[in-house]
């Protein structure tokens, strides 16, 4: 029987008067917020025909990045005036911090949105959901680039130069575990499974974790850095870019030590984004072609449809009911696709 096609098929789109720096979706999947790269915050609705937009707030020089917390109704911006803000879900401030003099780059919630973690320059800040200060600290001596949690919200992994560093966070205790490695590391992600963690390097290789074991193993042979890395929702899949190719590393059976990685072709100019569905075996990426794709890894090397953009996407990310897909613009626009069966 043949099987049915799936297609992206756009729902809305707005254009806003900023560069998209980043986006993030409301627990319900019916909201986005927005941070721009000018500065003004964005917050969005959509329904099945139409979207909306109003700018909430403002960063100093610049947004950076926009995070919603799981389950919940509030939403979290940084900017490069060193301010952290928390909005309700109606776009109201409720408060605001600063955490330290550096911007703040990197945030991430635990999946049950009772913490939020945030790092600036080398520090990395702890806090409460109300946005009350728990715990700070300085991992390394070198400036934290990226953050993950793993799926119980139990460890906290950070990028540096130098390898990863992940925290054991059960106040008031805090052990920390060093996963070294000589080429400054640009990104962490915990496979869901909680078995491994990766991170893409600045010498062009892919790099993972035996989280039991502490063991580790190499995927060289990217012709640049590698800044995305993104797991399947079963965790069989890691994702990963090089120029203008999807690299797929397979983990089930005995892993990827040693074995070829899917090739995903399509894109003509460098990939930029790359996510995987919450939780299915979607993948979806975005690249300076101008091109959003959607992939089914394992089953096609080809992709499954392709949109065509106003401008280079930036930043793209599936709803959490794994039904929609964002997709914020360098020109400012942001649209909103649904994936959908076809006979």
């Known amino acids: 029987m043949k099987q049915p096609s799936v297609i992206l098929e756009r729902r809305g789109s707005v254009a806003l008067d900023d560069y998209v720096a980043d986006v993030s979706w409301s627990g319900d999947s019916r909201r986005l917020a927005v941070a721009g790269g000018e500065g003004k915050v964005f917050l969005l609705a959509h329904d099945a025909s139409s979207m909306t937009a109003r700018s909430v707030g403002e960063h100093g020089m610049g947004a950076i990045t926009v995070a919603w917390q799981p389950r919940g109704a509030a939403f979290v911006t940084s900017g490069q005036d060193s301010r952290l803000a928390l909005y309700d879900a109606e776009g109201t401030l409720l408060c605001e911090q600063r955490p330290a003099m550096a911007w703040t ?69 805090f052990q920390m575990r060093h996963y070294k490695w000589a080429a400054p590391c640009l990104a962490v992600a915990f496979s869901p499974n909680g078995r491994y963690l990766a991170t893409g390097t600045q010498d062009g290789s892919v790099h993972f974790w035996h989280l039991s074991t502490g063991r580790d193993s190499q995927m060289r042979g990217y012709p640049s850095k590698v800044e995305q890395v993104s797991w399947s929702g079963d965790s069989r899949y890691l994702a990963t870019a090089a120029d203008d190719q999807v690299v797929i590393w397979d983990f ?45 890894p394992g089953k096609s090397s080809s992709a499954l449809d392709a949109q065509l953009t106003d401008s280079e996407p930036t930043c793209l990310r599936w709803s959490p009911d794994g039904r929609f897909v964002a997709v914020g613009e360098r020109g400012g626009k942001v649209s909103i696709f649904e994936l959908v069966r076809i006979a």
């Open 252 to 296: 089930s059976g005995k892993g990827p030590e040693g074995s070829r990685p899917l090739q995903l072709r399509g894109h003509t100019d460098r990939i930029e984004c790359v996510a995987f569905q919450p939780s299915g075996n979607y993948l979806v990426t975005g690249g300076r072609d101008w091109r959003v794709s959607l992939w089914l």
């Open 105 to 173: 780059t990197a945030v991430a919630w635990t999946s049950d949105g009772k913490r939020l973690a945030t790092a600036a320059g080398k520090q990395i800040t702890l806090w409460s959901p109300s946005l009350e200060k728990e715990h700070a600290f300085a991992p390394s001596s070198a400036t934290v680039v990226a953050l993950s949690w793993d799926k119980p919200g139990r460890d906290l992994g950070a990028a540096i130069n130098g390898g990863l560093v992940v925290h054991r966070v059960e106040p008031p205790r």
